[in-house]
Structure formats: structure tokens, C-alpha cells
């Protein structure tokens, strides 16, 4: 009922009309909320102070990922992709003045502090995966980790709730993970892959889709790598935590079984 409640007041907020007739319309992270929601309801908060964080966290969760939408989904600078990259643009920063303007009411500054800090962090390190300017594999993880939950880690330090920060960002990071193992096995494209193939092999000039069986494989085991280092500090975050929703937990179990299947079809394949 929480959860729907937020997310409810959050669709609310997002609708504007002109701006849904002409872009796509933004997509509601249901982990990120769900993680999220879960979180705050473990700090003693009322109802109106849980609906009004978490809101305001996915307004400004939804403003990055509307900006980084207008490089990923509009080529061309025709009329029509150009009115749709502007009103892009526009979107995010319309989300982004939702954002100031709900939590700026609360007064709690050192909030808004963190949270600004967690969208300094998640940009720089964008620029990093995507420019794929990371000079070691550990890092270039890291940047994947801090891109996917950043804002859900700042309000965790704001709450010193240490374990929810170890639960939401590997949780969050293995979700990732699979769905770039996925693109590159699927398709032979990956943003993180692309990093990867520059730091495990800095002298080849190969397009990922043209690397041989061995290098393909050796990539995938050390993303695999990752993500069972990240399954072993869920394990340790849960022993900490007290007993999870049913919701979260089926959710937690549902990607930790996508990561299986996943990891069988690369054995099979391989």
C-alpha cells in the first residue's frame, strides 16, 4: 500500500500533458522505488514524510536518467529530432525543479546536500564509463555501481543505514550487470563491455562482436567475477537487516535468478 501510494503521487507529478503528447513518456525504476520505499519504512518515518522522500528521490533519479535519454535516443538534427532532444532536455529539467522545489519545503538541507552530491557523483562517473576513460577494471565497476545507485547510498548515509547501502547498490549493480552480459551476448554491444575490452585487451582494435570465443569468455568471467563478489555483500547486508517485505525479498530472489539463467546460457553458448 506504500509503495502504490508513492508511486501513484510520483505519476501525478510526472504527468504533464504537452510533454507526454511528444517525447516518451519517463520510466518509473520499480526496483529503485521499491528499494527505496523499503528503506525509508525501516526509520521510524511517518506515511506523509516516506511518500514526500521518496517522490522527491525518484523526481531527481528520473531528471538524470530523462538527460541521458537525449544522447542514447535521438540521432539527426532534423526538425522532428531536434523539437524531440529540446523537449527532452526540458523534461529532465522540469523533473529536476520538482525535485528542488518538494524537498526545498521540507527545510532539511543536509537532504538536499546529499542528494546533490549523489548527482555530482552518478554525472562524473557517467562520463567515465561512457567516455570509457577508467584506467582499471576495479574502477570502471565502481563507476557502474555508484551510476545505478548513488542517490539510493546518499539517502542511506543521510539515514546511517550502512546495510541498506550494501543491499541497494549491489543489488542494483548485479541488475545491471545482467542486462549488459545480456546486450553483449545478444547483440555483441555493451557500454561496460566496451570498457572492459579496452582494459583487458588495450592493443586490439576489434569491435566487441569480432572478439574471439576465448576473449568474449574471459570478459564475461570477469563480469561474473563482480557479480558474485556483489552476491556474498547482499548476504552479508541481509544478516543485518531485519526479515525484508515479501515484495523486496521475491524481488531480491527474481534477479538473483535472472543471474543464473544468465550465466548458464554463457556456460551453454561457450
Excluded at 20 to 44: C, F, M, R, W, Y
Excluded at 154 to 183: D, G, H, P, Q, T
Excluded at 197 to 226: D, G, H, T, V, W
Excluded at 236 to 255: C, D, H, M, N, Y
Aim: proline share 1%; with cysteine.
Amino acid at each position: 500500500m506504500k509503495l502504490a501510494g508513492v508511486r501513484n503521487q510520483l505519476t501525478q507529478k510526472l504527468f504533464h500533458p504537452y510533454l507526454l503528447d511528444n517525447i516518451t513518456a519517463p520510466v518509473i525504476d520499480e526496483d529503485k522505488l521499491l528499494l527505496l520505499v523499503s528503506l525509508l519504512d525501516g526509520q521510524a518515518l511517518s506515511m506523509d514524510e516516506i511518500e514526500k522522500y521518496s517522490v522527491t528521490a525518484m523526481l531527481l533519479q528520473i531528471a538524470l536518467d530523462t538527460h541521458e535519454n537525449v544522447d542514447n535516443s535521438y540521432s539527426g538534427e532534423e526538425s522532428g529530432n531536434l523539437k524531440k532532444r529540446q523537449l527532452t532536455v526540458l523534461a529532465g529539467t522540469y523533473y529536476s525543479g520538482l525535485y528542488y522545489k518538494m524537498l526545498a519545503e521540507t527545510h532539511k538541507v543536509e537532504m538536499i546536500k546529499e542528494l546533490a552530491a549523489g548527482v555530482k557523483e552518478v554525472n562524473e562517473h557517467k562520463i567515465l564509463v561512457y567516455r570509457k576513460d577508467a584506467d582499471a577494471i576495479d574502477k570502471l565497476m565502481n563507476s557502474v555501481k555508484l551510476i545505478e545507485a548513488s542517490l539510493l547510498s546518499r539517502i542511506a548515509v543521510y539515514f546511517n543505514a550502512k546495510e541498506w547501502k550494501e543491499l541497494a547498490s549491489n543489488l542494483l549493480f548485479i541488475k545491471r550487470m545482467i542486462a549488459e552480459e545480456k546486450n553483449f551476448v545478444q547483440t555483441g554491444s555493451s557500454v561496460v563491455f566496451e570498457g572492459l575490452k579496452k582494459l583487458a585487451f588495450p592493443k586490439s582494435n576489434l569491435e566487441l562482436a569480432m572478439l574471439s570465443i576465448e576473449q568474449q569468455k574471459y570478459l564475461l568471467s570477469i563480469c561474473e567475477r563482480y557479480i558474485d563478489f556483489s552476491i556474498s555483500m547482499i548476504e552479508a547486508a541481509l544478516k543485518k537487516l531485519p526479515a525484508l517485505e515479501s515484495l523486496l525479498e521475491e524481488r531480491l530472489g527474481e534477479i538473483l535468478g535472472q543471474h543464473r539463467s544468465m550465466s548458464k546460457i554463457i556456460l551453454e553458448e561457450g
